[in-house]
């Protein structure tokens, strides 16, 4: 008995030798036209894609009109995905209550009952939950998919038919947007303004060749459901246009609220288009708990129907604008939407059109409709008015023509030869009911055939004469401009126009309110700020932990940066604003830094208390450093000063602006002065010789003013200084041994005691 299998043959004959490389190509291929084509990109005719289509498709099939009941979404997303639209039921159901939602369409085209979603980002509830219904949009989107003028084709499983396009007048692509990702190219236009749109049209059918940026002089700009302000210039939103690519740069909208005792707070009350709610003010309230912008206190959402976020200050003397500036650079209160007009035109080919482009296009998609419209009324009349002559004839003829219907076996070949009747109308005459003969009046009759030829009459002209057509499309679109005109609650412009700067840097210091500190650093590297300048002494007496006690302390600005610079040549940076309180001890400066495990602390200095910095190693060699070119960015640091082997910096000194000499001492004692040009400015390096050794290296180094001389504190109770008026004996050139320093001097080698 031979096996089944060896019957049908055997499968691996059916095998196809290929080389992998072109078979997955063609694979490929097929599947990237068929994401591009039948799912990702808008048709530029009806601005739909094809899940759209059905979607509206099946609802209309269903009868919810505007003015019939809601039916649940669960019949409708079913009726979708077992008729037209065989794809995953959460994805068709997606994409209809995006149709829905009146924050995400401009004009939405479905009638939503329930909970779909909101503008916070939260979801929609289940389809077996939510109902739904056309919206007049939406029907007139689908006007005249009855009168012949767009081609239907069968479904995936040919049992039904479904319509290419919708044939309607409204400006669907561009008024509604869309977005989405195909195979290598995207698509991403913005809602528009339906009014704006129509009287660019008329423009446009007057004015063919229009230079395509003169178009926004009707389309002023993208008109976003959620409202909003685009802040371009006119240049910037016109080459957009032009070019089809470009972006958009959108602002919400808020007002100063003036609150009791001189006080006020911003209220913001319209967002970008497509950001979350929630999610806004979640990332406006870590900027507060991470203190990235300490002038705002608090955020608070006060909305209901209308979006409602207050906005409150560290206090009544910040700048308004700083605080507006600063969240529009740190927040989505500041945006960019894309524009890609990427669709597909009427050969089904996906490109990239301007404006004018697609507006054209639409425009050109209008006149068929209209044409085809009118031939198919035109076909109608033929019919009727064929019908109406038989209904005369017989109306002239009427006992003739029953004698032979009761005569007769087969009348109706009688009739058609003796009343020259075609077939369809001697078909209709032996239809007739008998109580329709008292109606069949030869003036009525008449009359309904003369409106009906003049009506020929006027489609006959209209097919003939361009023009009539273009007169008639612009009167139409007219008609549609009037409905979602300006003063209408609908079609009244949500999205401001109004050319702004770019969102400027803001300093530091204008983003911090400014108050005194004094900034303690310990030995044992614990570090705090007491609010208020504390005198210095009181600042040596504050509390250490045990074995530990003051290294640095001085005054400051919670808008200053405190450079702390490491014996390994590394520059890190802190802000004074962060520091930890002067309650307790602080908090380990590695933890606001990455220090290098054997990295000591050499000095700790505010980048603005002066200009410039005196840097030298152990062995010798330094150099000037501006202090605004070696802030760091990050936690790491950065590497201003290269050591040698076995070197280390040893000497961070700020450099008064009329200092103009510099005085070392090493440990062998020995002083050298000479002037500060001598040494190279620098952000990096290992800079030069300041004095050479035998033994040891550098004890300490300052600048100072040559001719006030050079002073250094005596010690004791009385913290008398004393000064060397005439330094001109230990004056020599840069690197030299030097010489012993004048009497008196500390035996510590130290110019500060």
């Known amino acids: 008995m031979t096996s089944s299998v060896t019957d049908a043959g055997d499968p691996f004959d059916a095998i196809v030798d290929a080389p992998f490389d072109s078979a997955l190509s063609e694979r490929y291929l097929v599947y990237a036209l068929s994401t591009i084509t039948a799912r990702s990109l808008p048709d530029v005719r009806d601005g739909l894609k094809p899940v759209h289509r059905r979607l509206l498709w ?99 499983n040919g049992e039904e038919q479904e319509p290419e396009l919708f044939p309607g007048l409204f400006p669907n692509l561009l008024a509604n947007g869309a977005s989405g990702i195909a195979v290598g190219m995207a698509t991403a236009i913005p809602p528009h303004n339906a009014a704006e749109l129509l009287t660019a049209a008329i423009h446009l059918i007057d004015n ?65 288009y497509q950001v979350a709610k929630s999610k806004l003010i979640e990332d406006i309230a870590a900027l507060i708990n991470e203190r990235k912008l300490p002038i705002l206190a608090d955020v608070r959402d006060e909305s209901d129907e209308q979006i409602r976020i207050v906005l409150e200050p560290r206090s009544r003397t910040v700048d308004p604008q700083v605080l507006i500036d600063g969240l529009f650079r740190m927040t989505d209160l500041e945006t960019r939407i894309p524009l890609n007009l990427n669709v597909l035109d009427a050969t089904r080919t996906p490109r990239v059109m301007s404006l004018k482009e697609a507006l054209a296009a639409w425009i050109e998609h209008q006149l068929i409709v209209m044409v085809r419209r009118a031939e198919h009324r035109l076909a109608r009349i033929d019919e009727r008015i064929e019908l109406l002559d038989g209904y005369l004839i017989a109306y002239l003829n009427l006992d003739r023509v029953i004698a032979i219907i009761r005569g007769e076996d087969e009348p109706k070949p009688v009739l058609m030869a003796e009343f020259s009747l075609s077939a369809v109308q001697a078909e209709a005459i032996l ?92 030995q044992r590297g614990w570090i705090r700020a007491m609010k208020g300048h504390v005198a210095l002494d009181q600042a040596d007496a504050q509390k250490y932990k045990e074995g530990d006690g003051p290294l640095f302390a001085f005054h400051a600005q919670t808008t200053d940066k405190l450079l702390l610079v490491t014996d390994a040549g590394r520059v890190h940076t802190l802000g004074a604003d962060r520091l930890p309180g002067g309650r307790g001890f602080g908090e380990p400066v590695r933890l606001m830094a990455d ?151 500390p035996r510590s080698n130290r110019f500060d005691g």
């Open 58 to 156: 099946a609802m209309r099939l269903l009868r919810l009109d505007p003015a019939a009941g809601y039916k649940k979404c669960a019949r409708v997303v079913g009726d979708t995905i077992g008729k037209y639209h065989p794809h995953g039921d959460q994805s068709v159901y997606d994409a209809m209550v995006r149709l829905a939602q009146t924050f995400s369409l401009r004009y939405p085209l479905v009638d939503g009952q329930g909970n779909f979603g909101n503008i916070d980002g939260d979801g929609a509830a289940a389809y077996r939950y939510t109902e739904a219904r056309l919206t007049p949009i939406a029907v007139e989107l689908m006007a005249g998919l009855d009168d012949g003028t767009v081609d239907y084709r069968p479904t995936y």
């Open 208 to 272: 063919p060749e229009a230079d395509p940026r003169s178009l926004t002089q009707f389309v002023r700009g993208p008109d976003l459901p959620t409202g909003g302000a685009i802040v371009d210039p006119p240049a910037a939103i016109a080459e957009a246009y032009a070019t089809g690519r470009g972006s958009f740069r959108v602002r919400a909208r808020f007002h100063e609220e003036k609150a009791k005792g001189g006080g006020w707070t911003l209220v913001v009350t319209e967002i970008p």
């Open 431 to 522: 239809n007739m009911r008998l109580r329709s003969l008292r109606r069949l009046e030869e003036m009525e009759i008449r009359g309904e055939r003369d409106k009906l030829e003049k009506e020929r009459e006027g489609l006959a002209a209209l097919l003939a004469d361009e023009g009539k057509r273009h007169r008639k499309l612009k009167a139409d679109m007219r008609k549609l401009r009037d409905r979602y005109g300006e003063e209408t609650p609908l079609g009244r412009r949500r999205t401001l126009i109004e050319e702004a700067a770019p969102t400027r840097d803001i300093p530091l210091e204008a983003m911090i309110e400014r108050e005194p500190i004094t900034v303690l650093l310990s």
């Open 595 to 745: 220090v290098e495990g054997d990295a000591n602390v050499v000095a700790l200095v505010p980048a603005s208390s002066a200009a410039r910095l005196l840097l030298v190693a152990t062995d010798g060699r330094g150099f000037v450093a501006p202090t605004g070119e070696i802030v760091a960015e990050t936690r790491k640091g950065r590497q201003v000063v290269n050591l040698r082997a076995d070197a280390r910096l040893r000497i961070v000194r700020p450099i008064a602006p009329d200092d103009d000499y510099v005085a070392i001492i090493g440990d062998n004692r020995k002083l050298v002065v000479f002037p500060i040009e001598e040494l190279p400015e620098m952000t990096r390096g290992q800079g030069v010789q300041l004095q050479k050794y035998r033994d040891g290296g550098t004890a300490d180094a300052v600048t100072f003013r040559f001719e006030r001389g050079l002073s250094w504190p005596m010690g004791g109770e009385t913290r008398r200084t004393r000064t060397e008026a005439d330094m001109a004996a230990w004056r020599v050139a840069r690197g030299a041994t030097g010489r012993m320093p004048p009497v008196g001097f």
